[in-house]
């Protein structure tokens, strides 16, 4: 077949398609703009930001006494605090069990690592990131922070850049573990 040769459509109609006019078709679908689109994204972004998701909420101390983190608070310090900082390993899940409803009983920090890197200096690092970190948001906590409240796995060991990789690669799993 040449590149004008008519070919059958999926309602049966004959349509000519050439790798000019494919071109020509998406290059105008790529130039089109809604003017619009400024004004939508900003509706999109705006009802995102009202929508609330309920989370834990976890004893803390303060100068003023006893007060409740939300648990989406802490995890979010807890990645700051953590991912990027260890090189060749990055955070993919922060996992905290709770006790009595809001106390603090565990943290676990599931992560991968790039091969050949030392896992145990790596997993002390991280460790003590998260218990400074722990210590920062949450005040003292009751548990003594330690090898029994913090947990690191290290989840998988790849060849490429544990940066590029993360449950976002499975459409299943959302950012902090398996969507249900």
Known sequence: MSDRTPRQGPDG??????PALVRAATQSLQDRRDPRWVEISDRVLARALRATRRS???RA???SGVVHVSEQVLV???????????P????????????GGDTLTGVTLSLV??????????????????AACLVEVLGPVDVPVGLD???VHFADVIVGDPSHSGPWADPARGP???TR
């Open 113 to 130: 690592a790039r091969y050949g890197v030392e896992l145990l200096p790596a997993a002390d690092e991280i460790r003590r990131l998260t």
């Open 149 to 151: 409240l913090l947990h």
């Open 76 to 86: 979010a310090y807890i990645r700051d605090a953590v991912d990027g900082v260890v």
């Open 13 to 18: 109609a004959g349509a000519a398609t050439s």
């Open 176 to 178: 902090d573990g398996p």
């Open 88 to 99: 060749d390993a990055a955070l993919l899940h922060v996992r905290t069990d709770l006790v």
């Open 61 to 63: 101390r303060s100068a």
């Open 56 to 58: 834990p909420l976890i």
